[in-house]
């Protein structure tokens, strides 16, 4: 006798449907899949024999021949079990088969019948309800997740005999679909806030500019001058995630098996912090089958790397394309797959191994030590960072201070990053950009217009600094972003001239190597 039922296979990011074929019939007892079939989907032949045994249905011994179609895509985890089991069951009568018409179903079946949780149940859940299925069986630890998504049916099952009682109609489970978001309590969010940060003011308007146009953005200083401790509190001044936000970094971090389960949504934009030993691999994606990487999941969020110059010159070399076109293609001998990758790049380091440079009373390198030290930071990588900023140690009287007032919060901060934002939005309304940073060459003279005095400034400030073309159109991205959160319509020459200070402090540290440019 022969059944089908729907199942789904990953691809990156893209899930398709999957047919699960069964073909039960007289013969030699024998059991074998086909349908380009990696390791772990092989195995599901003991998996699911076995967890049909234990859960008390008798099977005939017969000859079983199990395809997933298409064939010419290959299929790997171990997602298709239940969907193969209950393939099985009604292919031996046990099942109705019009009970699996328009029924997707996913989970991993452990030898007791027991249902597994799987990663990709939210895309998998998405493509389902595009493909117009009625409803979805997935593992209960599954079940929250997939409730994030409304127009669709989605029930959590435990295991196996329960999934079969339900779909007999013998067994009631109520639907945890319709599309239900949780909010986060007022005050309960986990990011430290910019209020524990005393001084160092320039370093907190760097980053609120950079939070405003999604600018990417390197902070240079001495240890323990607070780098690390104002990158960590960035995520704490962008703008709230909405709802396609949280859905679109959901799905990556459901496909990388990093989902809360009992959270639903990510709720809060991704800070990513990997060692600097981290190999290029695991930074842009991969694997025998291809996984989003660090920068994936730094996506709408932060990513941060601390100590940039001891990452590999490889890793570093692996994010000039992503930080330019904000996704990543990642290609394996299982396939090539494309992951988002907008992320915001913040870079620390010191400027040379003792720390103290250039400061020659505490520095104790010698020139080319401190050559070689800045050198591991690439001309083209410093070309695609849109700010620079020098953090200095802070003064004893900032610390220890008697001051009423105190540092801005970053609820503070944040209202001023979300009015920039909001301005953004309502400038490049139909044409694809959401901030400044993402703006194209074609499109700069249009969105970045500068009057008759500011054109002098900014030939003058090219001429002096001999700029790139590609620096030169980050200082104007850069005083775009600077103007919209002073509310002003248009650029000013102390907006240029603030946006190019950030960008010449790498002729202070990397002049004497790279050379004007």
């Avoid at 059991?31 to 699911?48: H, N, P």
């Avoid at 679909?177 to 986060?184: A, I, L, R, S």
């Avoid at 496909?255 to 800070?271: I, N, T, Y």
């Avoid at 003792?354 to 083209?380: H, N, W």
Wanted: proline letters at 6%; aromatic letters at 6%.
């Amino acid at each position: 006798m022969f059944s089908t039922a729907l199942s789904a296979v990953i691809s990156g990011l893209e899930s398709r449907i999957v047919q699960v074929e069964a073909d039960v019939s007289t013969g030699l007892p024998y059991f074998d899949m086909v349908g380009y079939l990696s390791g772990e989907v092989k195995e599901a032949r003991e998996r699911v024999r076995t967890a049909v045994r234990n859960s008390g249905f008798s099977l005939e011994p017969k000859r079983i021949v199990i395809n997933l179609s298409p064939a010419d895509i290959r299929k790997s985890g171990t997602s298709y079990d239940l969907a193969i089991a209950a393939a099985i069951l009604s292919s031996y009568g046990l099942l109705p088969q019009n009970a699996l018409k328009d029924t997707l179903l996913v989970g991993e079946l452990s030898l007791n019948g027991g249902v597994r949780g799987v990663r990709g149940v939210l895309p998998i859940i998405l493509m389902a309800r595009k493909q117009n299925v009625r409803r979805c069986l997935v593992p209960a630890d599954n079940a929250f997740e997939g409730a994030q998504i409304g127009g669709i049916e989605v029930y959590g099952v435990h295991d196996l005999i329960e999934a079969v009682g339900f779909l007999r109609g013998t067994a009631e489970i109520r639907p945890v679909g319709g599309g239900f978001v949780p909010e986060k309590a007022e005050g309960s969010s986990s990011v430290p806030d910019f209020i524990d940060i005393r001084g160092q003011e320039t370093l907190k308007r760097s980053m609120e500019i950079a939070a405003a146009g999604m600018h990417n953005i390197l902070m240079i200083g001495p240890p323990g001058s607070g780098k690390s401790m104002a990158a960590r509190r960035l995520p704490s001044i962008m703008p709230s995630l909405t709802y396609e936000e949280r859905l679109e970094i959901s799905e990556i971090y459901s496909v990388a098996g990093k989902l809360d389960p009992h959270e639903g949504l990510v709720s809060e934009r991704p800070f990513r912090n990997p060692h600097h030993t981290i190999p290029e691999t695991v930074l842009a994606g991969g694997g025998r089958t291809p996984e989003p990487g660090e920068i994936s999941l730094a996506h709408l969020g932060v990513l941060f790397l601390d100590e940039l110059n001891l990452f590999s010159s490889k890793t570093l070399e692996v994010m000039r394309e992503p930080v330019e076109s904000g996704r990543i293609t990642v290609s394996r001998m299982a396939g090539s797959c494309e992951f988002p990758a907008r992320f915001m790049l913040v870079g620390a380091m010191n400027p040379c191994r003792c720390g103290f440079y250039p400061d020659m009373a505490k520095c104790r390198c010698t020139p080319l030590q401190i050559k070689r030290y800045l050198e591991k930071v690439s001309q083209p990588l410093l070309d695609r960072i849109d700010m620079i900023v020098e953090v200095k140690k802070i003064p004893p009287e900032e610390i220890i201070s008697d001051s009423p007032k105190g540092p801005e919060s970053s609820a503070d901060i944040r209202a001023r990053v979300e009015k920039a934002r909001l301005a953004q939005a309502e400038r490049y309304k139909g044409s694809g950009y959401l901030y400044n940073s993402q703006l194209l060459d074609r499109d700069i003279d249009l969105f970045c217009r500068l009057g008759a005095k500011e054109r002098r400034l900014a030939k003058r400030l090219y001429d002096k600094f001999n700029l790139s073309a590609r620096t030169y159109r980050k200082i104007l991205k850069v005083s775009r972003t600077i103007a919209d959160l002073e509310g002003a319509d248009e650029i000013t020459e102390e907006h240029l001239c603030e946006a190019a200070y950030y960008k010449s402090l790498d002729r202070k540290y990397w002049g004497g190597i790279y050379g004007e440019y």
